[in-house]
């Protein structure tokens, strides 16, 4: 139990400050172990386990191992270009496209996350992002009564997902086309609460579960086949 500067119990867990909680989230994304980063990256198992429950100054050395340790940048650890469009890294020259068949569609995209809803709305075509879930193979997400996303209820929407890493200059994308359903409240209540609830990032009340049923599904994906060539245009 951690204890105040008096020898008093403190209920309050130390901040691990934005650092510490970017490195924790990256080694997560990566499925890395402390013990491996730690090795990679020449640092000891317990700072680096400190760094990321604690709020702690990092020099420049240290930060540019944990970057390599953890195929990102120090700018990313640091939370720079958090605030401008992914996609302003050089484009690798050095690469091939390939088309995603439906399995690793739903493989990119079936732990959830934040997608683009496509629509028609009286202004025109809109694209809102909402954080889903995937559930027996449907997309499910909440949103507000009345609001655009639950005027789409029966009718033809599409679905986006996509992810870029700047580092490697690769990424991926999902599409799938389908009708977009508001899901019975005693079906939501039964099922959804407990098994793909998606907390909205935005917050407020959102009580109005909606369901894509997907029709067609596509995707590619950015494959390297060299590092970046230097001098290479977007």
């Avoid at 400190?50 to 650890?77: F, K």
């Avoid at 507000?144 to 991926?172: I, Q």
């Avoid at 609460?193 to 909205?200: G, N, S």
Wanted: hydrophobic fraction near 40%; aromatic fraction near 4%; include cysteine.
């Amino acid at each position: 139990m951690r204890t105040t500067d008096g020898g008093q119990p403190n209920a309050q867990p130390a901040d691990p400050g934005d650092l510490g909680r970017r490195v924790a989230h990256r080694r997560a994304e990566l499925g890395l172990a402390r013990g491996l980063v730690a090795e990679r990256s020449g640092l000891d198992p317990g700072f680096l386990e400190y760094l990321e429950t604690n709020s702690v100054p990092v020099g420049v050395g240290t930060l540019t191992r944990l970057a390599d340790a953890l195929d990102t940048t120090v700018t990313d650890l640091l939370g720079g270009g958090h605030d401008v469009p992914a996609g302003r890294a050089r484009a690798n020259a050095r690469v091939r496209v390939e088309e995603l068949d439906r399995t690793a569609c739903w493989e990119r995209i079936g732990p959830g996350g934040v997608g683009r809803v496509v629509l028609t709305t009286p202004r025109g075509p809109a694209a809102l992002p909402v954080n889903y879930r995937v559930l027996d193979a449907t997309i499910l997400y909440r949103t507000v009564a009345g609001g655009t996303l639950a005027r789409a209820a029966d009718s033809e929407v599409a679905f986006e997902v996509d992810r870029l890493d700047e580092t490697f200059a690769t990424g991926w994308s999902v599409l799938l086309n389908g009708t977009v359903s508001v899901v019975p409240a005693e079906e939501a209540a039964r099922r959804f609460d407990r098994d793909a609830d998606p907390l909205p990032w935005a917050g407020g009340t959102r009580d109005v579960w909606m369901r894509i049923e997907p029709g067609v599904i596509t995707g590619r994906i950015i494959r390297p086949e060299g590092p970046p060539i230097i001098g290479a245009s977007d």
